[in-house]
């Protein structure tokens, strides 16, 4: 059962966890005994679709809106939080957009909101956070394999942002660790969710090609990436800090 695993006890919050990378990590830090916050921006039934997932298995979640494009976010989220738990464990940035217009092809405006939402409402979540985050905690960063290669130049205003999430990963795994709190990142590479399903998924060409960029011949999983964010959130994870671990299946090598 939830409660006798080894996250009994302890409340995570991870963002963006109505659906895909999100969701599979929340139900996993359920599984693992954890309280779960599940945030969501616009999709309330998937996210209560994602409670009810957590609870069904025997775990404990509730969830919590807050559209992250939004100035105000960040305090919205924690005041709405503080409503339903007491203090923090786990953080786990996962909620982002993506763009593919590439350098020429982007506007300002998208450029903004990209920004905002990947690296501007991260910090300050983080930062409000602090207080709340009791000692020996953790934060989780999901960025992105496309951070470290410029194989799709297409990416290169959301690599940005990635970018900037795993310098600011580093320099809290150094600012928060005399406090015992862990920081770390884990990027994935191309993942069957439903953002990537409209090129994806019923293209057995596109489908190959992907699986292809991995060393394992496979399309990564919502379940892989969730997996290794478990480990991080676990007491198992305890001497890892300041790390960005290649969640990849080798697509860098």
Known sequence: MAEQGVLAGRTALVTGASRGIGRAIAERLGRDGARVAVHYGTNEEAAK??????????GSAFALQAELSAPEAPRTLWERFDARADGLD?????????????????????????????????????????????????IITVSSGAARTTMMPELMPYAMTKAALDVFTRYLARLLGPRGITANTVAPGIVDTDVNAQWLRGDDEAWAGAAALSVLGKVGMPADIADVVAFLASPDGRWVTGQWLDATGGSLL
């Open 49 to 58: 679709e994602t409670v009810a997932a957590i609870e069904a298995a025997g």
């Open 90 to 138: 786990i953080l786990v940035h996962n909620a982002g957009i993506g763009a593919s217009a590439g350098f020429e092809g982007i506007g300002e405006a998208e450029y903004d909101r990209l920004f905002a939402v990947n690296t501007r409402t991260p910090f300050f979540v983080t930062q409000l956070a602090a207080s709340r985050l009791r000692d020996g905690g953790r």
